[in-house]
């Protein structure tokens, strides 16, 4: 039963470039949120995803944007990117949006912006 | 974005000692949340706590859900050398959820 699966493990960027990122969900979960972690820091809400919608967001500038797919995989796209964006991305899914349904984590990307 | 207030920011501790940290907020949580991350890793979730006061275990790990909704704690008991990584509280409301700088936690055998 394979966890949450990130890819790639590790991007370089240069500034103004866009990225995209990609996540697939634990086997049997529907709902996907994305995770900016800066170096030193704890993990800030970009978005989530349910039912191909985008369903809440934190505090992040239109740059970034997402999609989820029908078999609930989900991108993660950062447009114009800039120096302050390189940072470890994780992703989590869940079954279901409820506050109370546990997330579980896949082990990130690393984005470097140079 | 907001973040909670974790402490310490680190700590060094040898073989066998407890450890305690905590986690505070201006805003309330519905859940309150603690989870350990090694280097190379995503979070993992070490204990939920779901209502204001509730005190919940996992084996050695204890954690409370302070009773303003706007606090929680983590204590672990006996540590051992793979108790080390980061330790992240977490608050959740609905699909938003904060977590803290994290608690660096060195055990020295």
């Known amino acids: 039963d394979a966890g949450v699966t990130q890819s790639p493990t590790h991007l370089i960027k240069t ?20 995770y900016q972690q800066a170096l030193g820091q704890g993990p800030q809400f970009i978005f989530q995803y349910y039912e191909e919608e985008e369903r809440q967001r934190g505090n992040f500038p239109d740059r970034f944007s997402g999609h989820q797919f029908p078999n609930y995989s989900s991108e993660l796209n950062v447009n114009a ?3 302050g964006d390189s940072a470890l991305y994780l992703c989590a899914s869940s079954l279901g949006i409820s506050s109370y349904n546990e997330q579980f984590f896949g082990p990130g990307t690393r984005l470097t912006v140079l | 974005g907001q973040q909670l207030n ?13 450890v305690s940290m905590n986690c505070t907020s201006s805003s309330i949580f519905n859940t309150w949340l603690w ?15 779901y209502k204001a006061g509730e005190l919940t275990s996992n084996g050695r790990l204890t954690a409370q859900f ?4 706007k606090d929680s704690f983590l204590n672990i008991s006996a540590s ?5 990584g980061i330790y992240f509280c977490a608050g959740r409301i609905s699909s938003d959820m904060r977590f803290g700088a994290g608690t660096r936690l060195t055990v020295k055998p």
Do not use: N
């Not at chain 1, 500034?15 to 994305?34: A, I, M």
């Open chain 2, 35 to 49: 989870y350990k991350q090694d280097p190379g890793e995503g979070p993992v979730l070490l204990i939920a706590l």
């Open chain 2, 80 to 84: 051992i050398p793979s108790d080390v």
């Open chain 2, 6 to 18: 974790q402490s310490p920011q680190s700590m060094f501790i040898q073989e066998g000692e407890d």
């Open chain 2, 66 to 69: 302070g009773i303003t909704r």
């Open chain 1, 15 to 34: 500034r103004g470039q866009q990225v995209t990122l990609r996540c697939s969900p634990k086997s049997g979960h529907d709902t996907v949120s994305w």
């Open chain 1, 81 to 83: 990117l800039l120096l």
